[in-house]
């Protein structure tokens, strides 16, 4: 790093009329009051006195050396050598002197910047050479160096961002349109949004939006861009293109807009569709309409949410298990709502889809909007969804399952592998009692296999009375019982 100060030097116009009386002591306090570090050299370059005007400058600078009777070559770095040398020379020849920016080493791995200039002082050789400190400026430098380089990376992150969406922008098979809030006017509109619009789509971008659509459903479209941008969420819109402006069958649309900030700026992200058959079963061919409608009159519930958890859309069998009547009342509430005992179910849930992409029979508790509670396993998978990740729950009622599992009257689960299932659904005083009667009778079992089915003998070695051990079978069901509890 280098700093450039002129070395054009305007001399006294009549230094010895009023300087022509100093002693050397006052022209030594000059030297030191000029610079924060002076020197005076021999002919040679050898350092002959030093003033330095501060301890902690004077310790870092020379590392507690003494630089008296040393060159002022070795005090410096390898590169910085070189200028000492020029700058001996020019004062030696009387040239006008330059300042100069050398470093000197130190103990720690740092240097000293400083700044020289050398001047004559006498017949015999002598020079005077003033320094500035400059670790302030370098520290500024430095500084300035790094924040150069964060913009650098900071503008580069930006450009990647903006190419990404560029790329899905241009790509997405959904027709968008970007609109200036102010005046409706379009900003951008990708290829799939001027193949919708036909032989307007060319010039899509300056027209306002409503001279692309027919008079009868400006009204409609206003209405939902203004619910928009007073916050509220809106559904679709149903409108129609102006006479000759679309391609093919699609003078019908579907429109749903969103905001977005940009620069400051607020704009309208407008997703339009076809709505001929239905926004639905224009855009995806008839044997994956079948598919979405025998998603949709499933059994088991089936909720679509994006990747905070908020729900995109239900179907009919998850309104029914979560007590509501419309799907509006679901859309836009968190999942959590209605489904685990707390949001940490779902938070595992989510995480476990985030870093595996799917998940399988994960059991939790879905409580309805007026209480009823039911016993679920979700299956859920994620999707990528051009850039923006959804999540897809299918979600089983399996209470009537575990009801089946559960022992009725006073049957037993057989194993304890049975009864680790059983966590997560059955409280654990309940699971505590199960495998007390598990480890109960298998122990009874094993002491009748291992005596013989003699029942005398399996009381004695589990240290039961006979009757006591008549009680258990019977309560069990084990072995063949008379009336009076007896073989």
């Not at 836009?332 to 709502?337: T, Y």
């Not at 003699?454 to 309560?475: D, F, T």
Request: with cysteine; proline share 3%.
């Amino acid at each position: 790093m280098y700093w450039r100060i002129s070395s054009l030097v305007k001399p006294f116009s009549f230094p010895k009329q009023f300087l022509g009386d100093l002693d050397a002591a006052a022209a030594a306090t000059l030297i030191a009051a000029a610079a924060d570090i002076a020197l005076i050299l021999d002919r040679g370059g050898v350092i002959r006195d030093i003033a330095v005007q501060n301890d902690e400058f004077a310790a870092e600078l020379t590392g507690g050396e003494d630089w008296v009777g040393r060159p002022l070559l070795s005090t410096v770095l390898l590169d910085s050598r070189p200028k000492v040398e020029a700058m001996l020379k020019e004062a030696a020849t009387s040239a006008a002197p330059k300042w100069r920016h050398m470093n000197h080493g130190t103990s720690s791995s740092a240097s000293v910047p400083v700044l020289y200039s050398a001047v004559m002082a006498g017949a015999d050789g002598r020079m005077v050479v003033f320094g500035r400190d400059m670790r302030a400026m370098s520290v500024l430098q430095q500084r300035l160096v790094n924040a150069q380089q964060s913009m650098e990376r900071d503008y580069s992150k930006l450009r990647d961002v903006e190419m990404r969406y560029r790329l899905l922008f241009q790509m997405s098979s959904e027709a968008v349109l970007i609109l200036d809030v102010a005046r409706l006017r379009v900003v951008e509109a990708n290829p799939a949004a001027r193949q919708l619009l036909g032989s307007r789509g060319e010039k899509a971008v300056g027209q306002a939006l409503t001279d692309l659509l027919d008079p009868g459903s400006v009204a409609a479209v206003q209405a939902h861009l203004a619910s928009v941008r007073g916050g509220v969420r809106a559904d679709s819109v149903r409108a129609r293109l102006v006479e000759g402006a679309a391609a093919g069958d699609a003078a019908e649309i579907m429109l749903a807009a969103s905001l977005f900030r940009q620069d400051s700026t607020t704009f309208f992200l407008v997703r339009v569709a076809p709505a001929g058959l239905g926004q639905i079963a224009a855009m995806v061919p008839d044997a994956k309409s079948k598919l979405l409608k025998v998603v949709e009159s499933a059994p088991d519930g089936v909720v679509v949410t994006d990747h905070d958890g908020q729900i995109l859309t239900a179907n009919a069998a998850f309104l029914e298990m979560a007590q509501l009547v419309a799907e509006e009342q679901a859309r836009g509430e968190p999942l959590d709502r209605w489904v685990g005992e707390s949001s940490v179910d779902l938070n595992v849930l989510i995480s476990n889809l985030r870093q595996h992409g799917s998940v399988r029979f994960f059991t939790t508790t879905l409580r309805g909007e007026y209480g009823a509670t039911a016993q679920i396993e979700i299956s859920a998978v994620a999707v990528a969804n051009g850039g923006h990740p959804c999540y897809g729950f299918a979600i089983r009622n399996v209470a009537p399952r575990l009801r089946g599992e559960v022992r009725p009257g006073r049957e037993l689960p057989r194993s304890i592998a049975q009864l680790t299932e059983l966590i997560g659904r059955v409280a654990l005083k309940d699971l505590v009692r199960e495998a007390t009667d598990v480890i109960e009778r298998m122990c009874i079992e094993a002491a009748l296999e291992l005596t013989g089915d003699n029942r005398a003998s399996a009381a004695e070695m589990l240290g039961l009375s006979r009757q006591s051990l008549y009680v258990k079978l019977r309560r069990y069901g084990l072995g063949d019982l008379g009336a009076d509890g007896r073989d």
